[in-house]
Structures are given as C-alpha cells and as structure tokens.
C-alpha cells in the first residue's frame, strides 16, 4: 500500500511538471536537486519528508495539499 502511495503522488508531480514544461534535468536543477533523487521521487521509489513535499509543491506552483488530493489522498 505504501509504495502505491507513492507512485500515485509521483504521478501527479510529474503531470504538473510536464504540464509546465519541465524535463526532469531541468525542474531538478532550478530546485538544486539531483537529477537522480527527483526521478527517484517522481517514480515513487521515495518517501517524501514534508519538506521536500513542500519544495517540490513550490516549484510546481502548487500547495502540497493540492498535490496530495491529485494523487487522490
């Protein structure tokens, strides 16, 4: 259940992300995150502490509640 948790919020990162534009290398960067961690995030293979939720969120545009409703929690 967990790892599906996971994924599903790594799919709504992505979505956003790619609705703006984004490659990875790209967003990665501009939030001083490694390429590898953020992919790692995006395919669900992370949990998420809250700061990196809200980093990410921030970037994005978004609020991590909306982020978290998207991924349908």
């Known amino acids: 259940m967990e790892k599906t948790l996971r994924i599903q919020l790594g799919k709504a990162i992505r979505r956003r992300r ?3 534009r984004h490659s990875q290398d790209t967003f990665a960067d501009a939030m001083g ?3 590898a961690y ?5 395919r669900g293979d ?3 502490t809250l700061a990196t ?3 990410v969120a921030v ?3 978004a609020n991590p509640s ?6 349908g929690f």
């Open 18 to 20: 790619e609705a703006l």
């Open 33 to 35: 995150m490694h390429r």
């Open 38 to 42: 953020y992919g790692s995030i995006e």
């Open 46 to 48: 992370r949990n998420l």
């Open 53 to 55: 939720l809200h980093k």
């Open 59 to 61: 970037a994005l545009g």
């Open 66 to 71: 909306d982020l978290l409703k998207e991924a």
